[in-house]
Every structure is written in C-alpha cells, then in structure tokens.
C-alpha cells in the first residue's frame, strides 16, 4: 500500500471514528429541561368513541415531540429523559384527551410537574383546550391541534411563574441529573379511567 493510499486510509477512519462519536457528543450536551412522559402513555392506546366511530392512539409519541419544541423554544435547550443527563430541570408531563359525543368536543389537559435536578419539588401547572369537532374526520391532526393549544396554555402558565424562570435559566447544571428522572416511576402512575374522563364524555 502506498503512503498516498495510507493516509487517505487514516483519513477515512478518522472521519468514521468522528461520526460514530457525534450521538454521544449530543446526547451529553446539557439542558436546561428534561421531559419525563410515563412509559404507559406510549404502551397502552387511549380510545376516544363517537357512537359508530372509534378512534385509538398513544399520547406519548404525539405530546412528546410538541412538548420538546414547544418548551425549546420558550425555555431553551429541552432534552428527553434517557437521553440527556445533564440539565437543570426535569418536568414529567401528563397529557389527557377526552371527547364528548354529544357536545362533539375534544377536550386536552397537559399537567407538568416540575422537580430539580436533585429530584426536589418545585411546582405543578396545568394546560387545558378544547376544540369542535367530529371524531371521523381527521381525528388525528384535530387530537394533535388540542394538545398544541393545551401545551400553549400550559406555557403560558409556566412563563408567569419567575422562580421557574430563574431555575431553567440561572440553576447549576447538574452532570447527574439523568438520576433525577428515576425518581419519577416511583410516582403514582397515570390512572387508565378518570372521574373527568367520565364527567366530559356525557355532558
């Protein structure tokens, strides 16, 4: 092998080398904010019903990419836990979706409870929308559009909050804070059937 076909060799595992570092290089990279969504909200479908039309879907997929350009954009950097470990918050949400026949309303309710890196509390807010609508036609983007409009408020709740504020923008950056997101699945669980569940889907 010639010295020209060495270093072009050299040069090529470099390159290679330096790809397969990048995922790590990002995943190390810390936030200001980590989101905690229940392994549930991604394994067990949510059903919403309209007499002769059904409709199942998980809300984890969905609330997760709004929520981390949503909070991105008004908190800055925003991570998922399990993939970052460094950052200053971490904040579980709970996302909630009910239809009411009747009224054929969507009804969205996002709760974030936030904690710091340690896993210490801080404070809880809520998000709520609603949205007209029948259930067969795009359900889908009319579900996500709610979620949306319920992450908005929930924002907005959030921003008026300035020891929050100060938190995820001034707070030591913890290396460990990966750690503070084990301490969410010794939370209570999201219940499969809630009493509002029930209450806004016959009035």
């Known amino acids: 092998m010639s010295q020209e076909s060495i270093v072009r060799f050299c040069r090529r595992s470099l390159a290679v080398a330096a790809l397969a570092w990048l995922p790590a290089m990002v995943q190390a990279a810390p936030a200001n904010m980590l989101i905690y969504i229940h392994p549930q909200e991604y394994k067990h479908p949510v059903k919403l019903w309209q007499y002769y039309a059904d409709f199942w879907y998980e809300q984890g997929p969905l609330v997760e990419s709004l929520a981390q350009e949503m909070l991105t954009q008004t908190f800055g950097e ?16 709970q996302p909630r979706m009910y ?95 809630e009493l509002d569940y029930l209450i806004k889907s016959v009035h």
Not at 78 to 93: D, F, I, S
Not at 137 to 153: A, L, N
């Open 78 to 93: 925003t991570g998922m836990c399990g993939v970052v470990n460094e950052a200053r918050a971490l904040v579980w949400l």
């Open 99 to 193: 239809y009411n026949p009747h009224m054929t309303t969507y009804y969205g309710v996002v709760r974030a409870s936030v904690y710091t890196s340690s896993g210490e509390p801080v404070a809880t807010y809520l998000g709520e929308a609603r949205k007209h609508g029948f259930l067969d036609v795009q359900p889908r983007k009319q579900v996500e559009e709610v979620y949306r409009m319920s992450m908005e408020r929930l924002i907005e709740n959030m921003q008026q909050d300035t020891g929050l504020q100060k938190l995820v923008s001034e707070g030591a950056i913890s290396r460990d804070a990966g750690g503070a997101c084990a301490i969410v699945p010794n939370l209570p669980p999201p219940k499969l059937i």
